[in-house]
């Protein structure tokens, strides 16, 4: 059996990894928009909270 393959999060400032879908989080999807304000994911690993 294969293991799924993983691509970042295609939110620009977030740093998480994903596997089926596109974003990690709704939230990610959401800010689709407005990629250059801080991610709002609230995955504890994610790099893209500046405040």
């Known amino acids: 059996m294969e293991t799924p393959k993983t691509h ?3 939110h620009p400032i977030c740093s998480c990894m994903t596997t089926s879908e596109k974003y990690c989080s ?3 999807e959401a800010m ?3 990629p ?3 991610c709002m994911c609230e995955h ?3 790099k893209g909270q500046t405040h």
Do not use: Y
């Open 44 to 46: 504890k690993g994610c």
């Open 8 to 10: 970042k999060c295609a």
């Open 36 to 38: 250059d304000i801080d």
């Open 26 to 28: 709704a939230q990610c």
């Open 32 to 34: 689709e928009k407005t």
